[in-house]
């Protein structure tokens, strides 16, 4: 059996000094993970009140303090949970989370070499039993009409996030950077706080240092489309880059623009033209792709191991399918074209998103991150983790509306103990 997420969390080393303990470090972590995946436990004061109202069966699952005096699981107070997350070990924490998510992942977390992947692959075949809600049900209509291309590379998001709740002792934000895979679960792989005497660019190589992404492809935005990033993704993770060109990089930029210019004829074999429709919204798609000859005038340089040139013009409206909108984005990657085609790089760089639609978007409206005020400590990054740990879990069960599944958790206690398998022989 694999371990549950109690006896993973048993091997963190406790942040406290020794004298004065009287709750399992692990216990106060497990607490905090089941009354967030809860609805209505977004806060320090709202996770004490669900452990204060939780069964003695609920407690000792989770491990909680046995008083012989009163024969009773006694739970920590909100005082002791907070003051406990206020000084937990965000590196060692945030690594259990990411093993444990990976743990249960439908797959290894081993990526194939990248291969041409144009053609589609067959729909996913329905579940047995019918969907319960209403986002499952619109996924599989998207698995039959709008099938990914086949052979995808498996590839991860690299993006910050700002607490705006949150402040540091100084006063300034919290921020952090995130890698989140590029799959339905949205898995986040690792979290970094970005310190503020610095920002998001050089903590990428701190982030992604002790990750195996061997043959994964990184996708950024324009700001870390940097040449020493470039150069620690090809050389230092042996990995591959999707990265977006803007005025930051103008000379890159100008290249970009000097190699996909022409008409619809001339780059005929190497565009993929897309549309789609959902949520209100239609959306059409041009990719065309060109060889990266030169970066530049006038430098003589060349980006780091660039393959190819991507140009992708979205243009989107609403329902009624007027298109009243244009965006003309430009990009650059190593993967040749032998290895990702129009069709595959449109994939990745649409599938960057996830991060922020099922993420980031997730954790401020249905979590209620943006909103809280928690600042004390490593609390604020702590309770972000914790977050991304239930998020990872309930997409892992299936489940497509976060907010559905944290009402199924409100209503059914030992759901939650099935989800995050915390069992009696597992304690």
């Known amino acids: ?27 106060i972590l497990a607490i905090c993970a089941c009354a967030i995946a809860a609805a209505g436990n977004d806060s320090f004061t709202a996770i004490g009140e669900r452990a204060g109202r939780a069964s003695q069966d609920t407690l000792a699952a989770l491990g909680v303090r046995w008083d012989a005096l009163t024969r009773r699981h006694v739970p920590p107070s909100e005082k002791t949970i907070r003051r406990t997350v206020g000084k937990a070990g965000i590196e060692n924490l945030e690594e259990t989370i990411a093993e444990y998510l990976a743990d249960r992942a439908p797959r290894p977390i081993q990526p194939p070499t990248p291969r041409p992947a144009e053609a589609p692959r067959a729909a996913a075949p329905a579940p047995a039993r019918r969907p319960l809600e209403r986002e499952q049900r619109r996924q599989l209509r998207r698995d039959k009409t709008k099938p990914r291309p086949a052979g995808l590379a498996p590839g991860v998001a690299i993006d910050g996030k700002r607490l705006a709740g949150a402040r540091c002792e100084d006063g300034g934000r919290v921020q952090l950077l995130s890698a989140t895979t590029h799959t339905r679960q949205a898995l986040v792989l690792g979290q970094r706080r970005i310190s503020d005497k610095t920002n998001e660019i050089p903590e990428l190589k701190n982030l992604t240092k002790g990750m195996d992404l061997k043959g994964w492809i990184l996708t950024t935005d324009a700001l870390h489309t940097q040449r020493k990033t470039a150069s620690w993704i090809h050389e230092g993770l042996d990995a591959y880059y999707i990265m977006i060109i803007k005025e930051n990089q103008h000379h890159l930029l100008a290249a970009a623009r000097e ?9 005929a074999a190497t565009t993929r033209t897309d549309d789609d429709k959902g949520h209100g919204r239609t959306e059409w798609r041009r990719v065309r792709t060109a060889p990266a000859t030169g970066t530049g005038t006038g430098t003589g340089t060349t980006f780091p191991h660039a393959a190819q040139f991507i140009r992708i013009i979205r243009r989107a409206g609403g329902s009624d399918g007027v298109l009243t909108s244009k965006e003309v984005v430009y990009g650059v990657t190593n993967l040749t074209p032998e290895q990702a085609g129009p069709a595959a790089l449109n994939t990745h760089a649409r599938d960057h998103w996830v991060c922020e639609n099922k993420t980031h978007y997730v954790r401020d409206v249905t979590f209620g991150e943006d909103k809280s005020q928690v600042r004390t400590g490593s609390a604020p990054q702590a309770l972000a983790a914790i977050r991304n740990l239930v998020i990872g879990v309930f997409r892992l069960a299936g489940k497509a509306n ?12 030992n759901l939650i103990l099935r989800l995050f398998n915390i069992l009696p022989n597992t304690v």
């Open 1 to 27: 059996m694999r371990p549950g997420l109690l006896a993973r969390l048993a091997g963190l080393a406790d942040p406290r000094k020794r004298r004065g303990r009287r709750h399992a470090y692990a216990s």
């Open 402 to 413: 976060m907010a559905f599944a944290r009402r199924e958790c409100a209503d059914d206690k």
């Open 259 to 267: 190699a996909l210019t022409g008409t619809d004829d001339e780059f």
